[in-house]
């Protein structure tokens, strides 16, 4: 199988995301709802899996202060069980922990064993339940979260704190650069009077 490369969702990607929801999920969002999310909502994050082009899975967070809801996650049949829901989450809670996110939770059907399984791989655990929160399915929703250890802080913040320099180091560089452009411009004026 060629790579799967995991990328930021673009507003392009909102007709892929559509059609997976179509085909996972017996209640999905409206296509014009993913739009909204992906081109108008500050605070929300999607993630798209990409295989020799096509969009095969997705996910996406809404970012509420440090908390990280995952509203959804889904992979096109065809594509399952090759690992590429656990590269979408992987990729989704790294991004969110180095941008603040310290929480995430979510909501899963209490049969769907698979995918219980996965997110329990990553450190979330059952902490609530949600009563008849499928309303096509009349099932259960468990209330999952993962909380960042300490130790995913401190590595989260030493990157926030070196992406930081970078950025200052960019922008005094930048200033420089203006700097000697201009000069440049004005010995230029300079000689030609």
């Known amino acids: 199988m060629a790579d799967v490369i995991i990328r930021q969702a673009l507003p392009e990607d909102a007709d892929d995301i559509y059609e997976i929801e179509m085909l996972c999920f017996p209640d999905p969002w409206s296509r014009e709802s993913i739009s909204t999310e992906l081109e108008e909502n500050p605070r929300a994050f999607y993630v798209v899996a990409e295989h020799s082009g096509q969009v095969v899975g997705y996910a996406g967070l809404w970012w509420i202060v440090d908390e990280g809801h995952i509203t959804n996650v889904a992979v096109r049949p065809g594509f ?81 704190a070196a992406r930081a320099e970078e950025a200052a180091t960019a922008v005094c560089d930048g200033a420089n650069d203006r700097e000697t452009v201009w000069t440049e411009e004005t010995e230029e004026i300079k000689e030609n009077d």
Do not use: C, S
């Not at 809670?93 to 399984?117: F, M, W």
């Open 80 to 160: 399952r069980n090759r690992k590429i829901a656990e590269g979408i989450i992987g990729v989704l809670l790294d991004h969110t922990l180095k941008e603040g996110i310290r929480h995430h939770t979510l909501e899963v059907r209490r049969d769907n064993d698979p995918a219980i399984g996965l997110y329990e791989k990553f450190g979330f655990e059952v902490e609530g339940v949600r009563k008849d929160y499928y309303k096509f399915e009349g099932q259960d929703a468990l209330i999952m979260w993962r909380h960042a250890t300490d130790e995913e802080i401190a590595e989260a913040e030493a990157i926030a």
